[in-house]
């Protein structure tokens, strides 16, 4: 896998040289395949029983109820009855922060660009069940996975909506909103992969993540949170969308409130950003709250 030129001279320009070989460094590794236990489905205790009784070496990850394969990549682990029965889900780590980030409850949720849905079913999950989900979703065979993926996760109270998120009526009003944004998967380079990220790439998604932002601010509730994330690393789908939005003092930065540790890089104060590396993704998040 060759980074491409124009990245890592936009990658220079805005890191340290410490931090620069931080992401080059993650960007030529390849990470092992990560899946967390379906808490709609199953137990974490279940699924590592069954992986113990069928040769399928595992590790705890840092993510709650999420593993990491040791000797088993996609293809396989595609096999088991596990996987073929939506008690797990196979899952980058780093996709699995902003469901965290949240805290879902027994409230009205819009995932405004979900599909394939790994990031509304861990919602569903993690609000046991409770939270009542809009998945939005534009591009129609996308939007079948995601139906399919929540039926198969036994995802509750969830409805799909097959459109552009930017069209969606502003008369609805939701308790929180997670915005995961398409974007220039700068995060996400590894060795054996091809690189998607191009110039033009970079600049549709900063086009359409602001609409997306400014459309999520206009959905929520006064007082409740949008979380905003990317899997790239370039400020300008990151930081500088959230410098963008806040500029026009509709919404405050809350900190990024975990309950397990991550690897990060350095980022303004109340943002996330993970560097790419031997377990993470390169991954951005952020928690706005609507005034
Ligand atoms: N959150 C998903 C998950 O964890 O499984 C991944 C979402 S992916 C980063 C972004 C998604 O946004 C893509 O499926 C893309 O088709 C969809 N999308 C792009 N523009 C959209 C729009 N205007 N309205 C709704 N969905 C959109």
Not at 33 to 45: D, P
Not at 52 to 74: C, D, H, M, T, Y
Not at 114 to 135: D, R
Request: aromatic share 6%; proline share 6%.
């Amino acid at each position: 896998m060759e980074v491409p030129l124009f990245l890592t001279k936009l990658l220079s320009e805005q890191y340290e040289k410490e931090d620069l070989t931080k992401i080059l460094t993650g960007y030529a590794t390849r990470r092992p395949v990560t899946f967390r236990a379906n808490l709609l489905k199953t137990t974490a205790k279940d699924v590592q029983s069954y992986c113990e009784a069928n040769g399928i070496a595992l590790r705890k990850a840092p993510v709650p109820n999420a593993f990491i394969a040791e000797n088993a990549r996609e293809k396989e682990l595609m096999q088991t009855p596990l996987y073929k029965n939506g008690d797990i889900y196979l899952q980058s780590l780093s996709s699995m922060l902003p469901p965290f980030l949240l805290d879902p409850k027994e409230e009205s949720i819009l995932d405004m660009t979900a599909a394939p849905g790994g990031k509304t079913s861990l919602i569903s999950a993690l609000s046991g069940g409770k939270a009542f989900l809009t998945a939005c979703e534009k591009d129609k065979i996308r939007a079948e996975r995601l139906k399919y993926n929540l039926n198969k996760l036994s995802v509750p109270r969830a409805s799909v909506l097959v459109q552009d998120a930017l069209l969606l009526d502003e008369y609805f009003r939701f308790d929180k909103i997670l915005l995961d944004a398409p974007c220039s998967g700068s995060g996400t380079l590894e060795e054996g992969t091809t690189v998607k990220t191009s110039e033009k790439l970079i600049e549709n998604s900063v086009r359409l993540q602001e609409k997306l932002l400014r459309k999520a601010l206009k959905l929520l509730k006064s007082g409740s949170v949008v979380v905003y994330s990317t899997c790239s690393v370039l400020r300008s789908e990151n930081e500088m969308m959230i410098e963008k939005v806040m500029h026009d003092g509709i919404c405050e930065l809350l900190p990024c409130n975990l309950p397990f540790s991550v690897p990060k890089l350095p980022s303004p104060e109340n943002t996330l950003l993970v560097p790419p590396d031997e377990l993470y993704e390169g991954f951005f998040c952020a928690v706005l709250r609507k005034k």
